[in-house]
């Protein structure tokens, strides 16, 4: 069975993206969740457009860059890696020995990384895109579909890289980053991308003869369960409408110890600490939820509500605003 040098790093950043999409999905907007998305989804594209353009050995995935006022030496052992590059038939195996033995990934003694080594860039990968995935097209479309589909799938693909910049280079805050819209925009683009990758690496025989060669990463684990874009108009939509959050909301709704808390959702509400805790500031950010310390009594008078006496701040009132009948449907789901 071939040996598809890009798909372990691909599927697993790939199923990182899909995992934090989903949190989206379910209400949970908050700003790690959108910046993890945004970040591996462009990684996994890249690595995979590049994946199929080595399995349709197609050379222009890699350019060799001659050294500026290199000695003749060099020169002449670079053009040779060209030569070899340009007449090597399988670019996975090409790919493969390069790593552990070729010239191209030594050192320079000035700086710790490799030099020789590059390969199209997330700009040249979506300018090219229509070529690079041509085979991949449904057989049935006209050729004006097949036309308007890559345009949007290369528009869709600018705004993704353009997000990314922001994220990386720049603005990234919990209000105006990653809004809505744009969210809607880049989830089409990552069902889009799940038929590629079904069509080119999970049929029962693929292309290349493979049998699903990742048979343990199923349909469940790889693809999202949702097929279309969700109809909400914003993402406070999404939180009011999410069954974890509505769960938590009818489990934690009134007084509550804060040491009662950290049980009641280690046993009950099966997430992680850090996601409960992303999910709390996110109902609140969207006037879901107020918490207010609750003032207790000592010895007949009320202790003051402030860091004189902190007694008081272990029992705090949760206030959740979610709709009575969303409220109702969770419990007689539960029940």
């Known amino acids: 069975m071939k040996k598809h040098i890009l798909l372990d790093n691909a599927f697993e950043t790939w199923v990182l993206a899909k995992k934090n999409c989903e949190d989206i999905l379910d209400g949970n907007p908050s700003l790690q969740v959108k910046k993890i998305f945004v970040h591996t989804l462009y990684d996994a594209i890249e690595l995979l457009l590049k994946q199929i353009m080595i399995d349709q ?12 006022n290199g000695e003749t030496a060099e020169l002449i052992s670079r053009t040779i890696e060209i030569r070899n590059y340009l007449s090597s038939g399988e670019l996975n195996e090409y790919f493969k020995n390069l790593k552990s033995d070729n010239d191209c990934y030594k050192k320079t003694k000035q700086e710790d990384k490799i030099v020789h080594l590059h390969t199209m860039g997330f700009t040249q990968l979506t300018d090219n895109f229509g070529k690079i995935i041509a085979f991949n097209v449904d057989s049935s479309w006209t050729k004006k579909d097949k036309e308007e589909w890559v345009k949007a799938m290369k528009q869709s693909l600018c705004k993704l890289r353009e997000i990314r910049n922001d994220e990386t280079l720049f603005l990234a805050d919990a209000d105006s980053f990653f809004e809505i819209d744009d ?15 079904k069509n080119q690496w999970f049929k029962p025989f693929g292309k290349n003869g493979d049998i699903n060669i990742y048979p343990w990463l199923t349909d469940d684990v790889m693809f999202l369960k949702a097929t279309d874009v969700p109809d909400a108009p914003d993402f406070e939509t999404l939180v009011k409408n999410s069954y974890t959050n509505r769960r938590i909301a009818l489990m934690l709704n009134g007084e509550q110890q ?9 046993a009950d509400f099966g997430i992680p600490l850090e996601e409960f805790a992303s999910r709390m500031c996110v109902m609140e ?12 009594k000592t010895g007949g008078k009320t202790q003051p509500d402030d860091g004189a006496a902190m007694d008081h701040a272990h029992t705090m009132i949760f206030d959740f605003r979610f709709d009575a009948a969303l409220t109702r449907e969770i419990t007689s789901t539960d029940n």
């Open 183 to 197: 969210f809607k925009n880049i989830l089409g683009l990552m069902i889009q991308f799940e038929k590629i990758i």
């Open 285 to 296: 950010r969207y006037g879901l939820l107020s918490v207010t310390p609750r003032a207790e």
């Open 258 to 266: 804060i040491e009662d808390i950290y049980s009641l959702y280690s």
């Open 57 to 68: 050995t197609m050379y222009s995935v890699r350019s060799i860059v001659l050294p500026e």
